[in-house]
């Protein structure tokens, strides 16, 4: 079955600092999202991605955050500003025209 | 405010045994319901719920839906030690996108040899 990856597996990074989680959806995939969650707590929506352009977003997805699917291809989030409640392992997730969410592996990102 | 509400949080049985999990919503306007598997990092997919009574069968895990009194449950029948997890339920509203997930905070659930 295909997949959808996630580089990097794991990014530890300083307050601060920009980081860019990268995603390879599934070719035929039209449709994706990204999902974050905080160690403990349930899995969270940040945005979804559609035709090259943001079709909903969380509170959570911040002026702090952004996401570009650049060569029609890889899907990013961006992280510009990392503060320390950043640290969580985002997911990547994508579909196409029918419902079955499709998730990465994921990064685990932690913010020292 | 939770939408999507998992009992129990945590369940600890046997090999063999049969486990019930559960999981009670509420949204505005309902389109599906999602059950998914989360071992060590990515959820994956194991059933879509969208009408009511009609049960979902895999192997040995089967769900059902009902939309009257908006709950679902998740069953696993004879359970091995491979069935360890969280087992996360999820709900799409029809006001959102189709990928746009509210999930609960998951069922840990151990199976001891």
């Known amino acids: 079955e295909p997949e959808v990856t996630q580089t990097p597996s794991h990014q530890v990074t300083q307050m601060g600092q920009e980081v860019i989680l990268r995603c390879v959806p599934i070719s035929n995939h039209l449709y994706f999202y990204w999902y974050r969650q905080i160690l403990g707590q349930k899995v969270e929506f940040l945005v979804s991605?559609?035709?090259?352009?943001?079709?909903?977003k969380s509170e959570i997805f911040d002026d702090q955050f952004s996401v570009e699917r650049p060569d029609g291809s890889n899907f990013t989030l961006k992280i510009r500003s990392t503060k320390l409640e950043d640290s969580a392992m985002y997911f990547c997730?994508?579909?196409?025209?029918?419902?079955?969410?499709?998730f990465g592996s994921g990064t685990q990102l932690s913010v020292l | 405010e939770d939408k999507v509400v998992q009992s129990p949080l945590s369940l600890v049985v046997h090999e063999g045994d049969t486990v019930t999990l559960n999981c009670s919503y509420e949204v505005t306007n309902f389109r599906s319901l999602l059950w998914y598997k989360q071992e060590k990092k990515a959820p994956t997919f194991l059933f879509m719920l969208?009408?009511?009574?009609i049960e979902k069968k895999s192997g040995r895990l089967s769900s059902i839906l009902d939309k009257k009194e908006l709950f679902s449950i998740l069953n696993i029948t004879a359970t091995q030690t491979g069935d360890s997890a969280i087992y996360l339920c999820a709900v799409v509203d029809r006001g959102s996108t189709l990928g746009r997930l509210y999930f609960g905070r998951g069922t840990q659930l151990t199976v001891w040899p």
């Open positions: 969208t009408s009511s009574g």
């Open positions: 991605f559609y035709n090259n352009e943001i079709s909903e």
């Open positions: 997730a994508g579909h196409g025209q029918g419902q079955k969410l499709f």
